[in-house]
């Protein structure tokens, strides 16, 4: 939207709050399932190999390591938005008060 020549920024709050609660609730369950998923592939992993798959667990446990590190930061940057973006909002809400 332009008004004389100049970019108009508006803010909805309702919107930013809307946008910061799912990605806050995203973030939670991406960190909680990937948490559980990895505990449970590697036990699922264990009982199928057995202990004549002792070598084989050491080369998965890494793996299944950096999987779950990568979840885990996917589940944090969705928290990190959530964030970043209730901040936005406070000081949006603060120059529109000022």
Partial sequence: MERFGRMVLSVVPAGLEAFSSANTA?????????????????AAAAAAVG???ANYLLAYAPAQTNNLVSTLTVGA???AIGGATDASKAAFLAADNA
């Fill in 77 to 79: 940057a969705h928290g």
């Fill in 51 to 53: 202990p004549i798959g």
């Fill in 26 to 42: 995203a973030g939670e369950m991406i960190s909680e399932a990937g948490s559980a998923d990895s505990g449970a592939m590697f």
